[in-house]
């Protein structure tokens, strides 16, 4: 009997190893920088995964792409493109076909990102991921499908859009700031300001509640909704602010 109970528990370590083996996965990280002037562009699309992408000092964009996958062959079936043409620089995960149909759900591409000031336009495309920008100069263009929006301390004008995510966004200064455009169609938004703003606001849900700090009222639809709109100061900052399930703050820093 005990040579017994032997036998089964070498069984069940060599299947808890087996497992181990089979569930690893692959992981290969790519790094590359490239050295841009003033008034450079900057553009990213993911299909899967989070971008991270902070201010950098100097006159250089850096990217790190760390590449997930359940197994070699997935490994094989994802690209990550980047290329600079004079002051534009791309980045770009592309997934090969796949026999079975599924080419997008093999793997996925984190992204962690610096930007320098000379970066004049930046744009976001992701369908799965959350994304997160701290201290992002000049004008940032977002589009996400499935995923969140952070963004600290932004000091150029923006268009954040999700479709299913909250969109928290804080600015540090508006004085070079003409626009913010905020939407979601199922989710918050929470957008931070100087104390000082001066903004010109347009906000509206169609589910939801609004408040704001800045003493605006809120008003109901006619027949369903919520909308808020009014200035503050002399009003050099339009404030669009939209969305469908979700509430609106605007708040003061």
């Known amino acids: 009997m005990e040579k017994f109970n032997l036998n089964i528990a070498s069984l069940i370590v060599a299947s808890s190893l087996f497992a181990t083996t089979t569930q690893a996965e692959e992981t290969k990280v ?20 989070r971008v991270e992408i902070e201010k950098a000092s100097g006159n250089e964009i850096e990217v790190i792409a760390t590449i997930t996958a359940k197994n070699a062959d997935d490994m094989e079936r994802i690209a ?77 004008n923006s268009e954040l859009n999700s479709v299913n995510g909250s969109v928290i966004v804080s600015y540090s200064e508006l004085n070079s700031v003409n626009k913010i455009d905020v939407d979601t169609v199922n989710g918050s938004i929470k957008v931070y300001l100087p104390v000082d703003a001066n903004i010109k606001v347009d906000a509206e849900t169609m589910h939801g509640s609004i408040k704001s700090d800045f003493g605006l009222s809120v008003e109901k639809k006619l027949f369903a909704g919520k909308y808020m709109k009014g200035s503050v100061g002399n009003a050099s900052t339009k404030l669009s602010l939209e969305s469908v399930n979700g509430s609106i703050k605007v708040l003061t820093k």
């Open 80 to 156: 990550v493109l980047m290329e600079q043409s004079g002051s534009d620089v791309t980045v770009e995960t592309k997934y090969k076909d796949s026999t079975w149909g599924n080419n997008h759900s093999s793997g996925s591409v984190a992204y962690k990102v610096k930007l320098p000031v000379s970066v004049a336009d930046s744009e976001v495309d992701l369908v799965n991921g959350s994304l997160l920008l701290d201290e992002v100069s000049g004008k940032l263009d977002v589009d996400l499908v499935n995923g969140s929006i952070e963004a600290n301390n932004l000091s150029g």
């Open 30 to 49: 790519i790094e590359k920088s490239f050295i841009v002037e003033s008034g450079a562009s900057f553009s990213i699309e993911n299909i899967n995964g």
